[in-house]
DNA sequence: ATAATAGTGTCTATTAGACAATATCCT
DNA sequence: AGGATATTGTCTAATAGACACTATTAT
């Protein structure tokens, strides 16, 4: 109930869609709501404090519920439906976070099932070693814009490099991309347009360990 | 002071980037803060009520302080850095809005003037009959982040005749994106890109009062 | 040698931009 | 008729995509 002196305050939370790419799938680390409470998987979240910014939140969360560092997060967008938590009235600001799925090890990682291709504002659904998991709140609506802003920020941006570890080759940067988009890219031309970007360099390295002819290592460019 | 069973809430809001094209200018509406209180001109905003979905505090705060309806309006971004508001913490949904000048009559629109031209994240001033204005709180830097969507949308999306009225000639078109990107453009080139792209159609009815010869009316096509 | 993948060369289709020329309408 | 703008035509540069080919390495 509002007191005398001001209106009642909707809650503000901070929700993280950390994704990755793990064999060629795009996948979100999700949580398991606690029995009893809300059922379902969900993006990990917490309540934004009065004195911290929305960055500290994210900081925070990720460090009490995930313990990691991405390595790149962005604003997405903010989501107040009235309806969106059963409980009370909570405002969700999501932030998109990528990280290599190296430093996510025991995570709980479930795939990002893309079920609307081509149409608009889609939904998405989420698997687990082959079960169907169900998203709590709205969270299913709130992954299909995380892929809708991955797939739109793609080409024109490094955030792809952000799931890759330092140094990788064409063919790793190749297998994030078509893991996003959904759909196989033909290998030159992808190989000439990374390139002409400039984005990336080369270390004249290789790799090491697989069968078969060594693809070159290359690392983001550094601004000078 | 937080009660017993809760924490300390931050305040939420809506903020407004009403915008739109005047003589070749890109303008904004602003409102003059009281005095007493914050100094400077704002984007109108007002809290989000606790039962109110964040599209119908937009449209509540439209009714109430701009009575206009925009043609097109979409979720910016979420700002909640701790002193951008000297008296309390308060987190901005804000709005982007864009109406044809036509409708925003009387209202108190400044003129956006982009000072930055070409860096990134890059903050925006404001005058209104040649003088500067004052931006209060943050809203020089979230005027910037305006700038660059509207920039980044112009040439991919509709928006841009969501600033322009029913119907509009093909240089009328032009000037708004001169306008948003700050730079001329060529006539033959544009009018291709435009007619190619399939978004509008010509109506069979020309412009009439002006000197010289009248341009053709254009329409967006409903989409069937 | 062979298999499998890395990397290159060439061609074509599409698109964006520059520039010149023509068409039309008002005064 | 003349002036200003609308509209069209042609050319060029840059880009994206398809496809064939060569290169390299482990087995």
Redesign the interface.
């Given at each position: 109930m509002?007191t005398l002196d001001e209106?009642?305050?909707?809650?503000?939370a901070v929700d993280l869609a950390i994704m990755t790419v793990i064999d060629g799938d795009l996948c979100v680390l999700l949580v398991n709501r606690p029995e009893g409470d809300i059922v379902g998987w969900a993006m990990p979240g917490g309540?934004?404090?009065?004195?911290?910014?929305?960055e500290d939140s994210v900081q925070r969360v990720l460090s009490e519920k995930v313990g990691t560092k991405p390595i790149h997060f962005e604003?997405l967008?903010?989501y107040?439906?009235?309806g969106r938590d059963p409980r009370s009235?909570v405002?969700s600001?999501v932030y998109l976070a990528l990280c290599p799925s190296e430093v996510l090890g025991g995570a709980n990682l479930a795939k990002v099932i893309i079920d609307w291709e081509g149409e608009v504002g889609g939904r998405v659904a989420a698997q687990m070693n082959g079960a169907r998991l169900p998203l709590a709140f709205d969270h299913a609506a709130i992954l299909g814009d995380v892929v809708k802003r991955l797939r739109g920020k793609l080409d024109y941006s490094p955030i792809g490099f952000a799931l890759l570890p330092k140094r990788f080759t064409l063919r790793e940067v190749q297998e994030i991309h078509e893991a996003i988009l959904g759909k196989p890219l033909k290998k030159p031309p992808f190989r000439r347009k990374l390139l002409d970007r400039g984005m990336i360099v080369p270390t004249g390295e290789f790799e090491t360990g697989g069968a078969y002819r060594p693809a070159e290592l290359y690392e983001v460019k550094s601004k000078e």
């Open positions: 509002p209106y009642a305050k909707p809650s503000v309540f934004v404090h009065i004195d911290e910014a929305l604003q967008a903010t107040g439906a009235l009235r405002i600001i």
